[in-house]
């Protein structure tokens, strides 16, 4: 490991791996996995994701304006299709390291909340990781899981992957 190792670089990383594990979950799963719940009136899979989407972004628009995208008009309901819900999670994924990463270079808390900017990246990656469950939970009850072969790839191997040196 390289001592001149930027410890913010680092942090950015592990938000875009959180991100690329959920869109890997996104994309291994059936297209039909989208209407999954995990018990009757619980949301269904396309809703937690429009959800977490949601919330990337209206806490953008509260902590840190001048990154905010368009926040989506409904929270826990918008497109349904995959690669839709790809394209807003990889946007709003961009936008909170763009705004996190500004914020810590220019020595600024978010507007709001939390004692550093980091720690907003930590609370999306904690709540993002509560919905990551109930997806997979949803998806076995609906009789659609991930398989094992699919999921270790596209989760645990991108945590534990190493860069080139």
């Known amino acids: 490991m390289k001592s001149s190792a930027n410890l913010l670089d680092v942090v950015i990383e592990a938000w875009e791996r959180s991100n690329r594990i959920l869109v890997n979950l996104l994309r291994a799963m059936e297209e039909s996995g989208l209407a999954a719940r995990a018990t009757d009136g619980s949301p269904t ?35 349904d299709s995959v ?28 507007d709001r909340s939390y004692d550093h900017p980091i720690l907003f990246l930590q609370l999306l990656a904690f709540h993002e990781a509560y919905h990551h469950g109930q997806i997979k939970l949803a998806l076995k009850a609906h009789g659609c ?10 989760t645990w191997d991108v945590w534990r992957r190493r860069k080139p040196a």
């Open 145 to 154: 899981p991930v398989p094992d072969e699919a999921a270790g790839p596209g």
């Open 83 to 110: 690669e839709a819900i790809v394209a807003k999670l990889d946007e709003s994924a961009v936008l909170v390291a763009r705004a996190v990463r500004a914020r810590v270079e220019a020595d600024r808390p978010l």
């Open 45 to 79: 899979v396309a809703a937690m994701l429009h959800h977490m989407h949601h919330e990337r972004m209206i806490s953008l628009a509260e902590e840190a304006p001048e990154f905010a995208g368009a926040v989506p008009p409904r929270e826990w309901e918008g497109e």
